[in-house]
């Protein structure tokens, strides 16, 4: 199972994805309006996020995106 959420406030964004099984899930991104360059705030590398993006979650892995 696959756990995630975004939180907008004025012109920041968080976008959380959590990998909740035991196994290796691919996510992929379909929420319109969120597109844009992000730092992960796992490790502090820019990701661009755009959709029908994917990411790779290993098992019991979570990310945290925060926009630029």
Known sequence: AVFSFARVKDDNV??????????EMKI???????????????NGETKV??????????????KIFVNK
């Open 14 to 23: 968080i976008i959380s994805v959590f990998n909740l099984s035991s196994t």
């Open 28 to 42: 992929d991104f379909s929420a319109e309006g969120l597109e844009g360059e992000y730092i992960s705030f796992n």
């Open 49 to 62: 996020i755009a959709k029908n993006n994917s990411i790779t979650l290993a098992p019991w892995e979570y």
